[in-house]
């Protein structure tokens, strides 16, 4: 009965694999070696990617800089009104991406007062590489910060009350404490936010169509010169998104265990 439950559970989860990552063997069986060579090989062919990585590697950095302190602070309703900043965060995270980008426009852009203001420091938040770290922090930060907050709700505030109790100030505790604890569910956070970052679209091309990442670069391949050679930058997009999640799930796993 034992075996018969194994194997029943294997044959479902070779099911879920092809269900769920059909276009993945899709992708993969489009494309030849050659044709990824021949596309990634050409010259400034891996700029966008380049571009991405940069991008999406501030993105972060700012998202981690900004989002942790608040999802802590979230966590331990330490915030007036923490429930405001939570619905906020929520909308955010429901909004659809074109529809931040347009919205992006009517906030940063060069007519208004705060593009102006940017405008002042000789920099734009339209087609630029500023703008394109703008637009994917808008996109990534609800997934970082609502995932960092969960992170630290799970660790149990009497663990840092017994810390200060034992003498450490409280910078202390959240450092030799809370940080550890909470950093199973960080790096999922951490790597979510730099999978959404890295495939930003939908606010990217209103707010920052130049210059290409390899969501964009994909895109206009797409439409000049058609769904095969569009493929290889497909391929490329995944090698740099998916590493870091899949990483980081590894790990948080093994942490937990």
Do not use: C
Request: proline residues 8%; without cysteine.
């Amino acid at each position: 009965m034992v075996r018969a439950r194994g194997v029943a559970s294997g044959i479902a989860a070779a099911l879920v694999w092809l269900v769920f990552l059909g276009p993945l063997w899709a992708l993969l069986a489009h494309l030849s070696l050659h044709s990824v060579v021949s596309a990634l090989s050409a010259p400034g062919a891996l700029d966008p990617m380049a571009i991405s990585v940069e991008a999406s590697a501030v993105s972060v950095v700012v998202l981690v800089a900004l989002g942790t302190p608040l999802a802590y602070l979230l966590a331990r309703d330490r915030l007036p009104g923490a429930r405001l900043w939570e619905s906020g965060l929520l909308v955010m995270l429901l909004m659809p991406p074109l529809v931040i980008g347009l919205l992006l426009v009517f906030m940063i852009g060069p007519a208004t007062p705060l593009g102006a203001l940017i405008a002042r420091v000789h920099l734009s938040a339209t087609n630029t590489f500023l703008a394109l770290v703008v637009a994917e922090i808008y996109e990534a930060a609800p997934y970082y910060v609502l995932g960092a907050q969960a992170a630290f709700t799970s660790v149990d505030p009497r663990l840092e009350q017994q810390a200060v109790l034992l003498g450490d100030p409280p910078r202390r505790t959240v450092r030799r404490v809370t940080l550890p604890l909470a950093a199973p569910g960080l790096a999922m956070a951490l790597a979510t936010a730099w999978a959404r970052a890295v495939g930003a679209f939908g606010a990217v091309i209103i707010v920052a169509y130049h210059p290409y990442g390899l969501p964009m670069k994909i895109w206009i391949t797409l439409n000049e010169t058609g769904l095969a050679s569009a493929l290889p930058f497909a391929l490329a997009l995944l090698v740099v998104a998916l590493p870091l999640p899949l990483a980081a799930y590894a790990w948080s796993r093994h942490a937990r265990r």
